[in-house]
């Protein structure tokens, strides 16, 4: 079974679309983030919800929303894509005041 | 700019050897500390981790040394397997958001 799933794996797009990636945790966990891997390999932070709240928003574009409809579902939607928006997304989730999270296979965004 | 530092981007070793990966920070803040490994088009997935309370901690074939003055960890393999070839991540955390270096490659030789 799954812990952290991402739909789609892979998303090729054109420049100005708008898209979105899902993420589901069967964990039973109550926090989950949207990490960015950039070309340089960096993971960076996007936004962590605790039980559908908004806990953490790093400086990222307003072109990208997070949804998260209950605290086992935390989805993407980024608008008027742009080239430097291609990257790997990862979705994690974490349980109460444990350190660890738990990543999901990642999402490679190409936009051409 | 980067918090935390992994300043080799690569190690080769061979199979049955040790392993050493290091990693060194800056927030002073941080209190916790984790190791992760990733295979190509996969999801990191957690390894090991320490709290700033202790300077070791041991799992099997993995321990993770942490030197608070220095501000530096580092990651022991012992020995190191073929599947033991991949990217592993330090991370370290305040307050539950991590932040990560930017990974070193192992590769294990047979």
């Known amino acids: 079974d799954t812990a952290v799933s991402q739909t789609p794996k892979y998303l090729v797009t054109q420049m100005g679309n708008d898209k979105s990636i899902k993420c589901e945790q069967n964990l039973g966990h109550d926090t989950m983030y949207w990490y960015k891997q950039d070309s340089k390999k960096f993971l960076k932070i996007m936004f962590s919800y605790n039980n559908k709240e908004l806990i953490i928003n790093e400086t990222v574009p307003n072109r990208f929303s997070p949804k998260s409809p209950d605290k086992a579902h935390l989805n993407l939607h980024i608008n008027s894509l742009e080239l430097g928006d291609s990257a790997v997304y990862f979705c994690a989730s974490r349980l109460g005041h444990y350190n660890e999270q738990f990543f999901g296979p990642g999402t490679r965004l190409t936009v051409l | 700019d980067q918090q935390v530092k992994q300043n080799s981007p690569s190690l080769s070793v061979q199979e049955g050897r040790i392993s050493i990966l290091n990693c060194d920070y800056t927030?002073?803040?941080?209190?916790?500390f984790l190791w992760y490994k990733k295979y190509p088009a996969e999801g990191p997935t957690f390894l090991i981790s320490?709290?700033?309370?202790?300077d070791k901690n041991e799992d099997g074939r993995f321990t993770v040394f942490l030197n608070k003055s220095a501000k530096h960890l580092s990651l022991h393999i012992v020995p190191s397997q073929p599947g033991d070839s991949a990217v592993y991540f330090c991370a370290a955390s305040p307050d539950y958001k991590l932040s990560f270096g930017a990974g070193t490659t192992v590769t294990v030789r047979a």
């Open positions: 320490i709290s700033s309370i202790k």
């Open positions: 927030n002073s803040m941080f209190d916790y």
